[in-house]
């Protein structure tokens, strides 16, 4: 440290153990009151800059949600390119809890991902809220209780996103027709420099073909053409297949027969409405994939019930 | 570089008195024989160099040539013979290739069939030894609030040319790791005009602003001495910076600012330093600007903006009566500096809209070795705890040096009493417009009303002031400082230091 002062120690904490021996960081009582009369004057704050007022201070109430999106789309409001930002804001909204939402990447995340909520400021800087702290702060926010942790059957449904997961990872990011969509997604909203947009643009490629590797049990080094793309997409068509006859099960049209949409029909929103709204063309087959899922278009009916319960101004300003 | 530049001593025909006694121990001990002679006609009929095993030859040739074939060669006195092979060898030490205490000089009358009886012809033998080729140093550093451990390659006179290659990797507490390759050669043989390419790789911690910076970048600077002394440099610019690693309370201004970003620019820096001893200055006078133009044209980028730096400082000797003509030792400093960034529009359009600043592009201001009394970035715009920079800056400093009593004036230690302040402001725009997808950007009128506005806020009140006592102590390579300082004005906000403070330092405020 540049600076060897001691802090100030507080004025409550002194006279509560005046026997005790003065360490070498306690400051000696004159000092500490030549120390009291400084500064002379106060004067009142510097007001922030204002890229941070336009981006950060637009509400001095509301909580912001950090998600992958353009600054134009955050401004409004509109839903994330990202399937788990898209997830965690469909969720908040179906709740009907307000916040803001900021276009983000990871480097901003506490835990190195986002989604995660900032309440506002307050006198100190706030503490961000990680995505996994997502459903207690729904329910202390809705003072509704917490919702019971996922049961075993639920657990197995949860598992099934994950053949989603990888071919989702797959169409956007490892097969090249869809690497404009990925720019647009991901790079262009941090920069707009063709040489560090390549090197961002095969940062993250390396990392979603690692994953689709690993999750798949294959060796890290044997790269992309060594996943089955045959299998993969057939594993997510039956993924989506059961989702299917599971939503056909339901009386209420949601998950597990709930009142009301869940964590559950949010998180396969967060792939479905990305596939359905950037891949559902002829040549994509994940579009076809969820269309084709229960034979009648089930997901596609469940999809645009939850675009209008969560997502229905957007819906109609489009119209 | 700049010391390389800046180190050699003057070539000026009429200084040739002034060179130092250690460089040219051989010309100045035969100096005085030849004093009297001076004004005999004499011309330079051979010169040879021993010693330079490894430089080129076309680099010798390019100083010494036109000693023996240059026109006024056939007419010159000894005295301007003498001093044009001073000159040369003085340009040769600046090359930085030879050991300052190895120059030697050997004059011997040559013997020449057509030499008239009027004109001496002269054989000079100049001998050199030239610095190790390759230096490997490691070891630790202490300074600038922070601790380091380095490895450092210096491959000197690497293609025969005085170029110079170094190589350097270093981490520390504050600057996590650093890896930089710079690549310099006089530009056409001459030691006063060096272009430099460099590569840089780093990891900085800065805790004033909860949040590591990463930086990926080159660049490629033109350097060159005036004939003025002032050093000037232009540079040209590219560095992916990237805000990362932030702590769990960073405020909401760093985490807007976190992620991925290309600055390229090309710059001008100018110094012009007539201090006795820069880092004890008792008389002369400092002036140095940096301007940076960012994203402008061809540039592009992903920051936009003009940025502009100026710096002034100078000290006068105060007289001690009785001291008869004596140094008294004791000085009074003074200090100024100020700067202004001014966003600009990406690309040739000056009147498209431009985006505000962000953090790492946004001046600070305060700390030990900066405006003393405050912690390292606590003058300006905070949130919360972070110090998040600003705009506009103007900060100056007044400071009187006594000699310790006992130690005198050539003692390189100084008490210090001093009284420095500032302001740092950032451009306002509370508006939010997101037509055409643009949200930050901002018409060029409202920049311009904005950055006057913050010019404004500069003398809008007392400025942040701190004053106080230390000591100071100048070594060679940077300037020591212990000072107890404290707040006298503040806004709130702004994070000053009561108490202790230690400052380490080439260039203090």
Same mark, same amino acid.
């Given at each position: 440290?540049?600076?060897?002062?001691?802090?100030?120690?507080?004025?409550?904490?002194?006279?509560?153990?005046?026997?005790?021996?003065?360490?070498?960081?306690?400051?000696?009582?004159?000092?500490?009151?030549?120390?009291?009369?400084?500064?002379?004057?106060?004067?009142?704050?510097?007001?922030?800059?204002?890229?941070?007022?336009?981006?950060?201070?637009?509400?001095?109430?509301?909580?912001?949600?950090?998600?992958?999106?353009?600054?134009?789309?955050?401004?409004?409001?509109?839903?994330?390119?990202?399937?788990?930002?898209?997830?965690?804001?469909?969720?908040?909204?179906?709740?009907?809890?307000?916040?803001?939402?900021?276009?983000?990447?990871?480097?901003?995340?506490?835990?190195?991902?986002?989604?995660?909520?900032?309440?506002?400021?307050?006198?100190?800087?706030?503490?961000?809220?990680?995505?996994?702290?997502?459903?207690?702060?729904?329910?202390?926010?809705?003072?509704?209780?917490?919702?019971?942790?996922?049961?075993?059957?639920?657990?197995?449904?949860?598992?099934?996103?994950?053949?989603?997961?990888?071919?989702?990872?797959?169409?956007?990011?490892?097969?090249?027709?869809?690497?404009?969509?990925?720019?647009?997604?991901?790079?262009?909203?941090?920069?707009?420099?063709?040489?560090?947009?390549?090197?961002?643009?095969?940062?993250?490629?390396?990392?979603?073909?690692?994953?689709?590797?690993?999750?798949?049990?294959?060796?890290?080094?044997?790269?992309?053409?060594?996943?089955?793309?045959?299998?993969?997409?057939?594993?997510?068509?039956?993924?989506?297949?059961?989702?299917?006859?599971?939503?056909?099960?339901?009386?209420?049209?949601?998950?597990?027969?709930?009142?009301?949409?869940?964590?559950?029909?949010?998180?396969?929103?967060?792939?479905?409405?990305?596939?359905?709204?950037?891949?559902?063309?002829?040549?994509?087959?994940?579009?076809?994939?969820?269309?084709?899922?229960?034979?009648?278009?089930?997901?596609?009916?469940?999809?645009?019930?939850?675009?209008?319960?969560?997502?229905?101004?957007?819906?109609?300003?489009?119209? | 570089?700049?010391?390389?530049?800046?180190?050699?001593?003057?070539?000026?025909?009429?200084?040739?008195?002034?060179?130092?006694?250690?460089?040219?121990?051989?010309?100045?001990?035969?100096?005085?024989?030849?004093?009297?002679?001076?004004?005999?006609?004499?011309?330079?009929?051979?010169?040879?160099?021993?010693?330079?095993?490894?430089?080129?030859?076309?680099?010798?040739?390019?100083?010494?040539?036109?000693?023996?074939?240059?026109?006024?060669?056939?007419?010159?006195?000894?005295?301007?013979?003498?001093?044009?092979?001073?000159?040369?060898?003085?340009?040769?030490?600046?090359?930085?290739?030879?050991?300052?205490?190895?120059?030697?000089?050997?004059?011997?009358?040559?013997?020449?069939?057509?030499?008239?009886?009027?004109?001496?012809?002269?054989?000079?033998?100049?001998?050199?030894?030239?610095?190790?080729?390759?230096?490997?140093?490691?070891?630790?550093?202490?300074?600038? *609030?922070?601790?380091?451990?380095?490895? #450092? /390659? +210096?491959? $000197?006179?690497?293609?025969?040319? @005085?170029?110079?290659? %170094?190589?350097?990797?270093?981490?520390?507490?504050?600057?996590?790791?650093?890896?930089?390759?710079?690549?310099?050669?006089?530009?056409?043989?001459?030691?006063?005009?060096?272009?430099?390419?460099?590569?840089?790789?780093?990891?900085?911690?800065?805790?004033?602003?909860?949040?590591?910076?990463?930086?990926?970048?080159?660049?490629?600077?033109?350097?060159?001495?005036?004939?003025?002394? *002032?050093?000037?440099?232009?540079?040209? #610019? /590219? +560095?992916? $910076?990237?805000?990362?690693?932030? @702590?769990?309370?960073? %405020?909401?201004?760093?985490?807007?600012?976190?992620?991925?970003?290309?600055?390229?620019?090309?710059?001008?820096?100018?110094?012009?330093?007539?201090?006795?001893?820069?880092?004890?200055?008792?008389?002369?006078?400092?002036?140095?600007?940096?301007?940076?133009?960012?994203?402008?044209?061809?540039?592009?980028?992903?920051?936009?903006?003009?940025?502009?730096?100026?710096?002034?400082?100078? *000290?006068?000797?105060?007289?001690?009566?009785?001291?008869?003509?004596?140094?008294?030792?004791?000085?009074?400093?003074?200090?100024?500096?100020?700067?202004?960034?001014?966003?600009?529009?990406?690309?040739?359009?000056?009147?498209?809209?431009?985006?505000?600043?962000?953090?790492?592009?946004?001046?600070?201001?305060?700390?030990?070795?900066?405006?003393?009394?405050?912690?390292?970035?606590?003058?300006?715009?905070?949130?919360?705890?972070?110090?998040?920079?600003?705009?506009?800056?103007?900060?100056?400093?007044?400071?009187?040096?006594?000699?310790?009593?006992?130690?005198?004036?050539?003692?390189?230690?100084?008490?210090?009493?001093?009284?420095?302040?500032?302001?740092?402001?950032?451009?306002?725009?509370?508006?939010?417009?997101?037509?055409?997808?643009?949200?930050?950007?901002?018409?060029?009128?409202?920049?311009?009303?904005?950055?006057?506005?913050?010019?404004?806020?500069?003398?809008?009140?007392?400025?942040?002031?701190?004053?106080?006592?230390?000591?100071?102590?100048?070594?060679?390579?940077?300037?020591?400082?212990?000072?107890?300082?404290?707040?006298?004005?503040?806004?709130?906000?702004?994070?000053?230091?009561?108490?202790?403070?230690?400052?380490?330092?080439?260039?203090?405020?």
């Amino acid at each position: 440290m540049a600076s060897a002062t001691a802090p100030p120690p507080k004025p409550a904490t002194r006279p509560a153990n005046p026997s005790s021996a003065p360490s070498l960081w306690t400051i000696p009582a004159p000092l500490q009151k030549l120390f009291n009369h400084f500064p002379l004057v106060t004067l009142k704050s510097n007001p922030l800059p204002a890229r941070s007022q336009i981006l950060t201070s637009a509400s001095d109430t509301l909580p912001t949600l950090y998600i992958f999106s353009s600054s134009a789309d955050a401004l409004q409001g509109k839903p994330s390119i990202n399937p788990t930002c898209l997830k965690w804001q469909t969720l908040l909204r179906l709740h009907h809890i307000p916040f803001l939402t900021s276009p983000s990447s990871n480097h901003a995340s506490p835990t190195g991902s986002l989604p995660f909520l900032l309440p506002p400021r307050t006198t100190t800087s706030p503490h961000p809220i990680p995505s996994s702290s997502f459903p207690a702060y729904i329910s202390r926010s809705t003072n509704n209780p917490h919702p019971p942790p996922p049961t075993p059957r639920e657990e197995a449904y949860l598992s099934l996103l994950t053949p989603l997961r990888l071919a989702y990872l797959h169409t956007l990011y490892l097969t090249p027709p869809y690497s404009p969509l990925l720019k647009k997604f991901y790079i262009s909203s941090s920069t707009t420099s063709f040489l560090l947009g390549t090197i961002l643009q095969s940062q993250l490629s390396t990392a979603a073909s690692a994953a689709v590797l690993q999750d798949l049990n294959l060796h890290p080094q044997s790269g992309p053409g060594a996943i089955d793309l045959d299998n993969l997409y057939a594993e997510a068509a039956e993924a989506l297949q059961s989702l299917a006859t599971l939503l056909q099960e339901s009386p209420t049209g949601w998950f597990f027969g709930r009142e009301r949409p869940g964590e559950f029909d949010a998180g396969l929103y967060g792939y479905v409405g990305l596939i359905m709204e950037y891949m559902d063309t002829p040549e994509a087959k994940l579009g076809g994939l969820v269309r084709q899922a229960g034979g009648e278009g089930v997901l596609v009916r469940w999809w645009g019930r939850i675009r209008r319960e969560a997502w229905g101004e957007f819906e109609q300003r489009e119209k | 570089m700049g010391a390389s530049l800046g180190s050699g001593s003057s070539s000026a025909a009429s200084n040739a008195n002034t060179a130092t006694a250690n460089q040219h121990p051989a010309y100045s001990a035969n100096s005085n024989m030849l004093d009297g002679h001076l004004l005999t006609p004499a011309s330079i009929d051979t010169i040879e160099l021993h010693g330079a095993n490894n430089v080129r030859r076309s680099l010798l040739d390019g100083i010494f040539k036109s000693l023996v074939e240059g026109p006024e060669n056939a007419t010159s006195t000894l005295g301007e013979a003498l001093e044009r092979v001073g000159a040369a060898t003085r340009k040769l030490s600046r090359f930085d290739i030879f050991k300052e205490d190895g120059f030697g000089a050997f004059i011997s009358e040559a013997d020449r069939p057509d030499a008239t009886p009027d004109r001496t012809w002269l054989n000079i033998a100049l001998s050199v030894k030239e610095k190790s080729r390759l230096v490997l140093t490691a070891g630790t550093d202490v300074g600038n *609030a922070e601790g380091s451990a380095y490895t #450092n /390659g +210096v491959f $000197r006179n690497i293609f025969g040319g @005085a170029e110079t290659l %170094s190589i350097n990797a270093s981490a520390g507490t504050r600057t996590r790791s650093a890896y930089s390759v710079n690549l310099s050669t006089p530009v056409n043989g001459n030691p006063d005009v060096r272009l430099a390419l460099d590569a840089l790789r780093s990891t900085t911690q800065k805790p004033w602003a909860s949040h590591e910076e990463h930086l990926t970048g080159g660049s490629l600077k033109l350097s060159w001495l005036s004939d003025s002394k *002032a050093t000037h440099t232009v540079m040209c #610019n /590219g +560095v992916w $910076r990237q805000l990362t690693a932030l @702590a769990p309370n960073a %405020s909401p201004t760093v985490r807007a600012d976190a992620g991925d970003s290309l600055k390229c620019s090309i710059g001008h820096s100018y110094t012009l330093d007539r201090r006795d001893n820069p880092m004890l200055p008792q008389s002369g006078y400092l002036f140095k600007s940096i301007s940076e133009l960012a994203g402008w044209g061809p540039l592009n980028g992903d920051v936009a903006f003009a940025k502009t730096e100026l710096e002034s400082a100078g *000290a006068v000797p105060i007289p001690f009566p009785g001291l008869q003509g004596k140094k008294s030792g004791i000085s009074i400093g003074a200090g100024v500096r100020v700067g202004m960034l001014y966003p600009l529009a990406k690309g040739y359009n000056l009147a498209a809209p431009a985006y505000p600043s962000r953090i790492n592009d946004r001046f600070q201001l305060g700390g030990p070795s900066d405006v003393r009394g405050f912690k390292v970035g606590g003058l300006g715009p905070h949130d919360g705890a972070d110090t998040v920079g600003g705009d506009v800056f103007a900060a100056g400093s007044i400071n009187l040096l006594l000699p310790i009593p006992r130690l005198g004036a050539e003692s390189p230690l100084r008490i210090q009493l001093f009284a420095n302040g500032g302001r740092l402001a950032a451009l306002q725009d509370k508006s939010v417009n997101g037509e055409n997808g643009q949200v930050l950007a901002t018409e060029p009128k409202k920049v311009f009303d904005g950055v006057k506005s913050a010019i404004g806020e500069l003398g809008n009140g007392l400025p942040s002031v701190a004053g106080g006592v230390g000591l100071v102590y100048a070594h060679p390579v940077a300037r020591f400082e212990l000072n107890f300082s404290l707040p006298l004005v503040l806004r709130r906000g702004e994070e000053g230091r009561k108490g202790l403070q230690v400052g380490v330092g080439v260039s203090l405020l």
